[in-house]
């Protein structure tokens, strides 16, 4: 049907001229059935020290070094850390006094309430709640805590933090252990051949097949898209802080993706630059600070595009319920 209410012959492919809805009309599904099938996630282990265990006040944090450091009010270093991460034994002695300030003050607003949850800064900094240890091996001790709903996740904490034990009347290592350090510097050497560190994931035996509405730091509007995947990320330093709709990197509504320095990594599809022209606009810009080029006042205007994106988006947005 024409968008004056008449109804015409459809044409053959590549003949004719596009109808007034050819907003509509990119050649990419906008969204996915309703209703599509929640399965229950696998667990993933930790895996390297990039991200720093604190105890506090009787319970574990999980600090996302990269990730508070990329926050303005609790930035401690200005080393970048874009392929081999930050790590607390890169740090100065200054710059060790400033992490553990923003820790501090973090934690403190963090139990206090006044940080509402899914923010960056919760992200970060996480507690691991009623944290029990399930088993221990040379290299690491496996555990689990609490998380939303009551539910049990696992995490693998290694053994590379001198005088720490994650629970009490635990023996700590009095320096990181060898045979983990071996396997640290073969992840890091692979780490830098391929541009990807500090995180894992492994296979679930339960596929995620749902449509997902995205936010992220780096960019205002959210981003819309599909995802296909049966397996669960572990540790990742997230492209998006939170989902609207959609299952995360290990959990529904969660972080999901990854990004380091230049490099970006996501499950949604769409393909994800054609939907979403904001991201597109964020990557141009991007390159050209990059490679040095001046940018051009004004970036190319895709009005098609656009008009699919905001017709997804405030279908999706009302499935989310938002």
């Keep these: 049907m024409n968008s004056d209410g008449t109804t015409s012959r459809p044409c053959g492919d590549a003949c004719g001229t596009m109808p007034s809805c050819a907003p509509l009309s990119v050649p990419y599904v906008p969204f996915q059935q309703q209703g599509s099938q929640k399965y229950s996630q696998a667990d993933a282990l930790a895996n390297g020290t990039l991200f720093l265990m604190a105890r506090i006040n009787g319970t574990v944090w999980k600090i996302n070094l990269a990730m508070l450091n990329n926050q303005d009010t609790y930035r401690f270093t200005k080393k970048l850390g874009a392929l081999k991460g930050l790590r607390w034994e890169i740090l100065s002695g200054e710059e060790q006094e400033r992490l553990k300030s923003s820790v501090l003050r973090a934690v403190s607003l963090l139990t206090s309430g006044q940080v509402m949850p899914g923010s960056l800064l919760s992200v970060a900094v996480s507690p691991l709640s009623d944290l029990q240890v399930v088993k221990e091996t040379p290299w690491k001790w496996v555990c689990t805590h609490s998380v939303s709903n009551g539910r049990q996740k696992k995490v693998s904490i290694p053994k590379a933090y001198p005088g720490f034990a ?57 981003v819309v898209g599909f995802m296909n995947k049966c397996s669960v990320t ?32 996501t499950h949604l599809t ?5 939907k979403n022209p904001d991201f597109t ?9 990059r490679k040095g080029w001046e940018l051009p006042e004004q970036l190319p205007v ?11 988006l405030r279908e999706l947005m009302g499935r989310a319920g938002g």
């Design 302 to 312: 895709l009005p098609y595009e656009r008009e699919a994106y905001e017709v997804t």
């Design 281 to 289: 606009d964020f990557l141009i810009r991007r390159i050209f600070e």
């Design 234 to 265: 572990e540790d990742a330093n997230p492209l998006f802080h939170r989902l609207s709709l959609g299952f995360g990197n290990g959990e529904d509504k969660g972080p999901e993706g990854f990004m380091s320095g230049n490099v970006f990594a």
């Design 166 to 222: 994650p629970v009490p009347g635990l023996e700590p290592p009095m320096e990181p252990a060898p045979a983990r350090w071996v396997l640290i510097g073969v992840s890091a050497a692979l780490a830098l051949l391929l541009g990807l560190a500090g995180f894992s994931t492994v296979e679930s035996d339960k596929r995620a097949p749902e449509d997902v509405v995205a936010h992220t730091s780096l960019w205002d509007s959210p």
């Design 270 to 274: 769409g393909p994800i630059l054609v």
